[in-house]
């Protein structure tokens, strides 16, 4: 039934996943009345590989062990092209194995805890930017807000109807959750698993989680490779046979900031809204969580002044997160473009390269330090060049 009158908020958050759930979480507390509203009835299925890296972990001012179904201390790079494997480990998990519906039903019920007020079911359906607030319409239900943290993913309705121009470098990817026998998922169940070579410009997975495989294939080229297709002949070169069971996805991943993303009066845009994701690895937790936190610091610093708001965002993301997410694109493009260099550097240099990209997913180090630092890796690419 219609709900009788408008519901005024300080602070409306578009989407319970990691970026909206991040942002209530730091706001709670703080005195304002924040409202997350996410269009499906929580807990609900999320596409993606579910591995939360160390450097997401460390953000978080909740535990999440209780979604963890499975801890990984060892990556596992295997490139294809050439034909070489490496191996990082550490005395704490790199990957966190995790569902993303108890993982996101998780953080969604810490930020409740923390003071926001939770409305599902609950669609957007309009955006009108008002000289004094923000109002919201949804199935029987309008809500006015002083600030609006959009946290509504890739396909941003938001963004759509706040008329923002659309996400640049969206590439698709391919999950499956595959059960095999025991016997055979065996061999995958210590590591995360990362292959190059085998996929289009891209790479392919494997997360052991607790009673199945999440097996998946990634390019950073759209329309580059047939994907159902490249991940049958990942299966193949993996020698795991026909699965017992398979449950297969599709999603996109956005790896560029996108354009006017401080355009709109009242609104932050946040996680896979922004096109935060990390070109290298195309993982969007770590850049949704910290978006999410960044936001929820602009508006508390700001006093709900949306000019100061969306100033203060704009500089704290520039300075955290858009820096090394433009060293990252640059790496990116080395990586998966430029396929003669790629080998190259793999054979002189494979190991220390493997130990830095697990520094950085650990949150041991950034892409920004890695080159700003004397005697970096960095080096190692002009000498190859």
């Known amino acids: 039934m219609p709900s009788s009158g408008t519901i005024s908020l300080d602070v409306a958050i578009i989407g ?10 730091a706001l709670g507390g703080r ?3 924040v409202g997350l509203i996410e269009k499906a009835e929580l807990p609900r299925h999320k596409t993606c590989g579910g591995g939360v890296l160390r450097r997401a972990i460390k953000l ?10 499975r801890e990984c201390a060892t990556a596992e790079l295997v490139h294809h092209d050439p034909d070489l494997r490496f191996v990082s480990t550490r005395s704490e998990s790199i990957v966190s194995m995790v569902m993303r519906d108890r993982f996101d039903h998780l953080l969604t019920t810490a930020a409740v ?11 957007v359906e309009s955006v009108a930017v008002e000289a004094g607030a923000v109002r919201i319409g949804t199935p029987g239900q309008i809500f006015e807000a002083r600030i609006v943290i959009a946290a509504d993913g890739v396909t941003s309705t938001v963004a759509r109807l706040t008329h923002r121009p659309a996400l640049r470098d969206v590439v698709p990817a391919l ?13 995958f ?18 997360f052991p989680k607790r009673n199945h495989l999440s097996i998946g294939v990634g390019t950073t080229k759209r329309g580059a490779a047939s994907l159902p297709q490249e991940y049958r002949r990942y299966l193949d070169r993996l020698g795991l046979g ?26 932050l845009f946040v996680g896979d809204a922004a096109g935060l994701a990390d070109p290298v690895t195309a993982e969007g937790i770590t850049g949704g969580i910290l978006s999410g936190q960044l936001a929820a610091q602009a508006v508390v610093a700001g006093g709900l002044d949306p000019a100061t708001v969306t100033a203060t965002y704009q500089a704290r993301l520039a300075e955290a997160l858009l820096a090394d997410l433009r060293i990252a694109r640059r790496l990116a493009w080395l990586f998966y473009d430029c396929p003669r260099l790629r080998v190259q550097l793999l054979r002189r240099y494979g190991p220390r390269l493997s130990e830095i990209m697990t520094r ?9 330090a890695v080159v700003r630092r004397p005697g970096n890796y960095l080096k190692l690419l002009r000498r190859a060049a």
């Open 360 to 368: 950085i997913v650990t949150g041991e180090t950034t892409y920004r």
């Open 242 to 267: 026909a699965p017992m069971s398979e449950e297969r996805r599709g999603y996109m991943i956005p790896c560029r900031p996108r354009d006017g993303l401080f355009d709109v009066s009242r609104v």
């Open 16 to 25: 319970a996943g990691p970026a909206g759930a991040a942002a209530a979480l």
């Open 175 to 187: 999950e499956c959750e595959v059960t095999f026998s025991d016997k055979v998922m065996a061999p």
């Open 189 to 206: 169940q210590a590591a995360a698993r990362f292959d190059f070579g085998l996929v289009t410009a891209g790479y392919g997975w494997v």
């Open 60 to 69: 978080l001012p909740v535990s999440v062990a209780a979604a963890v179904e």
């Open 113 to 123: 805890a923390a003071g926001a007020e939770l409305f599902t079911g609950r669609a």
């Open 31 to 33: 005195g304002l009345r």
